[in-house]
């Protein structure tokens, strides 16, 4: 034992410390030092490993056993009481930014309590780790910002991007969520800073889904930016250029789908996020068939949306193809529902989907989108190009188009205005609006505009969460089309099943499977979407349909199908509770 104590004495350094082993201590700035680091059994690693890391929830006997004791105070938290102490503290917080900082601090320190407080408070954290919440924090990432969450793919990587994938520790990822940051919610161009949205993402991958932490990739990838105030902030952390566009752009977009096949393979799912409209279609019409790629702002929201509306029949009556759609806005998001209402049309008519369109009108910047205007209109507005006169304003759109259902996706807050409303009820007994654009700022019209200017009677559902409204003693909910009823299930069912690409047919299984989770009860309070609190059984409902219509197409590759497929789902699910270490 001496002889050690003289060893330990021997490396001591200056205060009692070891002697400076590899010279950092005394290095210059610019000398070249390698960073060496120990791995010791005494299980501090283990607590800075969010994976396994419990906290003071290590039994007595797994602090023996993991070399813990010591390195924690002596009590022994069960993961409820770790739940309902976190949820205390988070209740404190008035800012809601303040709530998100601290929910990502746990998930960086507790993976396993991240996701059982999410799982369990669903609904009250939903807003907090995703819409409205994300947006502020995609604006303010650059001042937040402390550790990487995710990958950056950015045009400095050229050539290497292989190299960057292969960086990332994980090696069996599942499902990736990129972005550009060049269209964040209804916020415009946030460049680097739109990592939040993947993020954002993948964490309800795994929360409502059950896609394992491990098996999800956050991607951003960072061409650059036009967003002058971010170019011009010296804490802005990405490239501080104009944003490359045309070839360099392609090609850099394509080396990263090449790479991600090559790295991961077959059946890797990437979903697409909040790219600006030219190249969200073009990207998805490019890799539909060569990978298994999603577009959540163009297929996501379309899936969500029409099982709104399919649900929506029992309490307006009627087929969807008895109803007339008009849209505020005709980008990725609105072009992406009403061609998805066309086919789900079609699918129950037989008619042909050129003749089903036909239902469905667009307005966007310049007016409803008609015959007249089809030469100077972006491809993916021509098939809603119909023979009328030219209307220049909504609210004349609506008086002369007469819809039955009024859907926002303009990504511009209070277009949905008194008049514009007054005029669809005057028409319609329960006028259906949909006011879906993302934050809440940036909705078409609010929840209680809607009651109120309708006088009770409108069918109402927003993008972004609106609390419920009294209007003359009666309780109106309003819904939420979130698409996170959508593509955390969705995902899984491509997971579970193999699946190598995706298919319209699997968008309407998700729909068809979403609106039939929406109970009486629920129709009694005007909604149209069932409530989050039951979301992982939804979403393993939402999996089985996907995953069957995946078989029946013969696109899987996880053969044989099994019999129950809900309950393969549901097996298939990652589970947040504490694992026995001993």
């Not at 034992?1 to 350094?13: D, F, L, T």
């Not at 980008?331 to 008619?351: F, N, V």
């Not at 940036?442 to 559902?461: D, L, N, P, V």
Request: glycine letters at 8%; one cysteine or more.
């Amino acid at each position: 034992m001496g002889s050690i104590v003289k060893e330990m004495e021997s490396m001591a350094g200056f205060g009692g410390g070891l002697q400076d082993v590899y010279g950092e201590d005394c290095a210059s700035e610019d000398q070249v030092l390698t960073p060496w680091t120990a791995s010791v059994a005494s299980g501090h690693n283990l607590l800075r490993e969010p994976r396994y890391n419990k906290g003071l929830a290590f039994t007595e006997k797994e602090r023996d056993a993991h070399y813990l004791r010591g390195l924690l105070p002596p009590a022994v938290l069960t993961q409820e009481l770790q739940e309902k102490k976190m949820m205390h503290n988070l209740r404190k917080y008035e800012v809601p930014l303040q709530r998100y900082m601290a929910m990502m601090d746990l998930q960086e320190r507790n993976e396993g309590l991240f996701y059982k407080l999410l799982i369990d408070n669903v609904e009250e954290l939903l807003p907090v780790v995703y819409t409205p919440t994300v947006g502020e924090a995609c604006q303010k990432y650059g001042s937040i910002f402390r550790r990487p969450q995710g990958l950056y793919v950015s045009l400095k990587d050229k050539g290497k991007i292989l190299e960057v994938l292969k960086n990332w520790p994980e090696r069996r990822i599942q499902v990736i969520v990129v972005t550009d940051g060049e269209r964040i919610l209804g916020l415009g161009d946030l460049g680097c800073q739109g990592m939040g949205i993947p993020v954002g993402k993948l964490s309800l991958y795994t929360a409502l889904g059950g896609v394992p932490p491990s098996a999800c990739l956050p991607i951003t990838i960072d061409v650059g930016t036009n967003n002058e105030k971010l170019l011009n902030d010296e804490f802005y952390t990405g490239l501080k250029h104009k944003r490359a566009t045309g070839q360099e752009y392609a090609e850099l977009l394509e080396e990263f789908m090449t790479a991600v096949k090559r790295n991961y393979g077959e059946k890797i799912l990437v979903q697409f996020e909040d790219f600006a409209n030219h190249n969200a279609f073009e990207l998805l019409s490019k890799y539909s068939s060569s990978h298994l790629v999603f577009n959540d702002d163009i297929q996501g929201t379309a899936s969500v949306v029409l099982a709104g509306l399919i649900a929506s029949l029992k309490l307006i009556g009627g087929t969807l193809a008895d109803h007339t759609f008009l849209f505020l806005g005709a980008g990725e998001a609105g072009t992406g529902i009403a061609e998805l209402i066309a086919l789900e049309i079609s699918k129950k008519t037989k008619a042909p989907v050129e003749e089903t369109r036909k239902k469905i009108w667009l307005v966007d910047s310049k007016g409803l989108i008609v015959q007249s205007r089809v030469e100077s209109l972006q491809h993916f507005k021509k098939p809603w190009a119909h023979e009328h006169e030219p209307v220049r304003e909504l609210v004349d759109a609506v008086k002369a188009i007469k819809p039955t259902v009024l859907i926002g996706t303009s990504g511009v807050g209070k277009q949905f205005t008194q008049e514009v409303v007054e005029a669809m009820a005057s028409f319609n007994e329960k006028p259906l609006i949909l006011a879906l654009s993302n934050p809440t700022s940036q909705s078409e019209c609010t929840a209680e505009e809607a009651y109120t200017w309708t006088k009770g009677q409108a069918i109402f559902a927003s993008g972004s969460p609106f609390d419920p409204v009294e209007y003359e003693d009666k309780l109106l909910v309003p819904g939420q089309a979130n698409n996170a009823y959508i593509f955390p299930g969705f995902g899984l069912g491509l997971i579970i099943s193999g699946a190598i690409r995706v298919h319209d047919e699997m968008l309407l299984a998700a729909s068809e499977a979403l609106a039939t989770q929406v109970t009486q009860e629920n129709y009694d309070k005007g909604l149209i979407y069932p409530p989050f609190t039951n979301i992982r059984k939804i979403s393993a409902n939402i999996a089985a349909k996907v995953a069957a219509t995946v078989y029946d197409l013969g696109l899987a590759s996880n053969l044989p199908r099994p019999k129950d497929l809900v309950k393969y789902a549901e097996s298939r699910m990652y589970s947040p509770l504490y694992r026995n270490y001993l």
